[in-house]
């Protein structure tokens, strides 16, 4: 692959306006927003966009952040190219000065956010807003100074570029150059650029900068400012627009940015809003529960924040904010589902054409890749359980779209990727492929249960994409190894005694090794209670060895679950297995490894306690919480769906207002892709029901909602050409649906279960089946609908 050497550029201009103002806040008077914490404006937020972001504080400050380039993962970034590590503003009025980096407050938007700084020995109050464009390489920061008295100001604004590579980069031979400024009068403006290669950034002012000054910097950084001298005056509100302008292939592209930003910020500003507003508008959630309304409107401006777009390499989601910026496998395979679900289409395509071409460039054999950098290097070809998830998702989505020719598309990518996985990872051919799934535990690549459930599942689903396609005798292949797993999975990794599926298959000694390195963590932890069951695990090994492989249940992760995820185990496993699951909880939802639960089932409330080096150690996380509420509502249990639902919702704006961290309630990203999987899918596809059959023009409706929900409603979910909206209500021992769609060739059918909904009545008017009317009262607003209600 050809990888990027890229020309960057940043301009800041700054302009001052005391009439008529054209202030973020009159645009954006009637957007949703939300107030942060004061005790967490010391922790990230981000200014998004699908080319540049800014990631700081929420007190307006640039500390450093991140772990995969250490300290370096906040700024404002370009992919695959950072521009600078952040600025400072400060203000001056001869007496004393007021830096902009401890706000009294924050508030987010979907699109935009603002910091308040109070100035309290000069009773001025500051709003500092910012916002990043649709698909431009640059950004707008307004301040906006009120409640001022009046006096002269000094206004200086320093910025401190920091060009240089993302993660990987020296894969790519990107090699971080010092950053080189000067000042160029004609333009008002400084232009920097890295000494080794052709990157530059560039901040002024087209309003006469009075002064401007230079800061010797000790590493390849550099520090610039520019100064300007501003009246306040106590009847007025001042502001000060800078514009963030950038480009890493020429000079001339940054500088057409930066003119575009200065004159059309405000329509550009008022473009995002009004595309957000479309991204509102789908899978509209109303239920008796506000908050988590609330926490799905803004999962799904989450999913849009993430977009990450390189357009010589592509385009697709990003994993999370701010240390996975860049693009997964095994992340965009579960969160992909969800963007469907919402009605984001256009990332769910472009994210499976990445993954899929670069998958093929790398691989060669349908083995889909793990992890790669903005700079195109892969980091890791693919964990085991990447290559069926990926078959799993292609179906998953021709559900939802009904396009034959995107399954045409990838099923040579499928067929590749299954045979590769029983080929090259099943050395004992006993069906189960070796080898490391979501567990990332040093010495857990034995048989994984995860693996083997999601491989289950690819084949299944492959037999399904086979059929559709016309290959009959490889559909019938895969069925027939679809059920033979299934069959083995329910059978061989099973452990009676602890009720509860097995982490992994393995030999003696690797189970030994593993409970060695088991006890020192929960020990650690000071967890007693695994000590001792592990200890006792550990002397029954010894007593009864084994020559061969066989299953252990040694941390309780939660892919112990993923049975139940996909819908393979037998009922009575499955009840066992959840009811189990409930004591590797906490307020926040699973445990990611049960060991690490308290012995009081982690009823301990409030922030997760991350060690001094980046881990998961201890963890409760989103991604596990998801599949355990899918979990549960693939066995009629959505009460205890809900339950877990709850857990999630409470660390939706915990820390970073709007947004919802990747593990809960406030460590690791402050907004993770995935979380849309445990969110959308259980409540689009589960709680309402909404099963797509695009191809078919075809939507069955199959609700089991919570029994705190006796009413609910889901408007304008996008399927297909279609868009169907559910309303339902049961209330006084009648159960009523009202289902409206944009098509009228559609066939909707619902689908009941009978010992739930026992009272029924048809409407006049409604298009049913003569022989459907049973127990069940159903309305259609169209009444060119073709109906089918069924008795489950």
Excluded at 236 to 262: M, P, Q, R, W
Excluded at 522 to 537: F, G, I, Q, R
Aim: proline letters at 5%.
């Amino acid at each position: 692959m050809k990888y990027l050497l890229s020309l960057l550029l940043i301009s800041i201009v700054a302009s001052c306006s005391k009439s008529n103002p054209q202030v973020f806040s009159e645009i954006l008077k009637d957007s949703p927003f939300i107030n942060g914490k004061p005790e967490y404006l010391s922790s990230p937020m981000v200014a998004a966009g699908d080319r540049v972001y800014m990631v700081g504080h929420q007190d307006g400050s640039f500390p450093d952040l991140g772990w995969h380039i250490k300290g370096e993962m906040g700024g404002i970034w370009n992919h695959p190219i950072k521009l600078m590590d952040g600025f400072d503003i400060v203000l001056d009025d001869g007496t004393s000065t007021f830096t902009l980096n401890k706000a009294t407050s924050f508030t987010n938007y979907p699109y935009a956010n603002m910091h308040t700084f109070n100035w309290k020995e000069k009773n001025i109050e500051i709003e500092r807003w910012q916002f990043v464009p649709d698909g431009k390489e640059g950004m707008v920061v307004q301040l906006v100074i009120k409640k001022a008295p009046e006096t002269k100001v000094k206004v200086k604004f320093t910025g401190k570029s920091d060009l240089r590579p993302t993660w990987l980069g020296e894969r790519t031979n990107m090699i971080d150059g010092k950053d080189i400024g000067h000042w160029d009068d004609k333009t008002q403006a400084w232009f920097i650029k890295d000494s080794l290669n052709p990157w530059f950034t560039i901040f002024g002012s087209e309003m006469g900068i009075e002064k401007t000054s230079t800061s010797i910097s000790n590493d390849n950084t550099s520090i610039h400012s520019i100064e300007k001298e501003i009246i306040l005056s106590s009847n007025d509100v001042t502001t000060i627009n800078y514009f963030i302008a950038g480009s890493y292939t020429s000079e001339a592209l940054a500088k057409a940015t930066y003119d575009e930003l200065k004159t059309n910020w405000t329509t550009l500003l008022s473009e995002k809003k009004e595309r957000y507003k479309k991204i509102s508008s789908k899978s509209v959630l109303v239920t008796p529960d506000s908050t988590i309304n609330e926490t799905f409107k803004w999962l799904k401006y989450n999913c849009d924040w993430l977009v990450r777009t390189v357009p010589e390499i592509g385009s697709g989601i990003g994993a999370g904010l701010p240390d996975y910026p860049w693009w997964f496998g095994v992340d965009s395979e579960y969160a992909l589902q969800g963007y469907m679900a919402i009605g984001q289409t256009e990332p769910v395509y472009n994210t499976i054409k990445l993954l899929d071409s670069v998958s093929n460039a790398l691989n060669g054999n349908g083995r889909i890749i793990h992890e790669m950098s903005t700079n195109g290097a892969v980091f890791n070809p693919g964990n085991i359980n990447e290559t069926p998830q990926f078959a799993s998702l292609i179906w998953k989505i021709y559900q939802w779209n009904g396009d034959k020719e995107f399954l045409q598309k990838y099923f040579p990518t499928i067929e590749k990727g299954l045979e590769w996985l029983l080929r090259e990872n099943d050395a004992n051919k006993n069906l189960f492929p070796d080898g490391f799934g979501m567990m990332e535990i040093h010495g857990m690549d034995s048989e994984m249960i995860d693996v083997a459930a999601y491989t289950q599942k690819a084949f299944d689903d492959a037999s399904k994409i086979a059929l559709e396609l016309g290959f009959g005798k490889k559909a019938r292949s895969y069925k027939l190894f679809a059920d033979q797993l299934k069959g083995k999975i329910n059978k061989e990794f099973w452990n009676e005694e602890f009720n509860s599926y097995a982490d992994f298959i393995g030999t003696d000694e690797q189970a030994l090794k593993l409970i060695d390195d088991a006890i020192v963590r929960a020990d650690t932890l000071n967890k007693p209670w695994a000590v001792t069951e592990l200890k006792k695990t550990r002397e029954a090994i010894f007593k009864n060895p084994s020559q061969e492989p066989r299953p252990f249940v040694l941390h309780h992760n939660w892919v112990v679950n993923t049975p139940m995820e996909v819908g393979i185990a037998p009922v009575d496993k499955a009840i066992k297995g959840l009811n189990t699951a409930e004591q590797f909880v906490n307020p926040f939802g699973v445990f990611v490894t049960g060991i690490d639960r308290d012995d009081s089932a982690g009823s301990d409330d409030g922030s997760f306690k991350g060690s001094k080096i980046f881990s998961y150690t201890g963890a409760v996380m989103t991604l596990p919480t998801g599949v355990q509420i899918v979990a549960e509502n693939n066995y009629g249990r959505p009460d205890n769906a809900l339950n877990y639902l709850k857990r999630m919702t409470r660390t939706f704006s915990y820390a970073f207002p709007g947004g919802m961290y990747e593990v809960s309630p406030d460590y690791g990203m402050m907004t993770q892709a995935w979380n849309i999987y445990s969110y959308a899918v259980p409540i689009v596809e589960q709680f309402f029901g909404i099963q797509p059959d695009a191809a078919n023009k075809r939507v069955v409706i199959k609700p089991q909602m919570p029994s705190e929900w006796d009413t609910a409603q889901l408007d304008n979910v996008h399927i297909g050409n279609n868009e169907v909206s559910v309303h339902f209500s049961n209330k006084d021992g009648k159960t009523t649906m009202l289902v409206s769609q944009t098509q009228t060739d559609w066939e909707i059918e619902i689908i009941f279960p009978k010992e739930k909904y026992a009272s029924f009545e048809v409407q006049p008017g409604t298009i049913a089946e003569p022989n459907s009317i049973v127990n069940y009262h159903f309305v259609s607003k169209d009444k060119k609908a073709r109906v089918t209600l069924k008795n489950l």
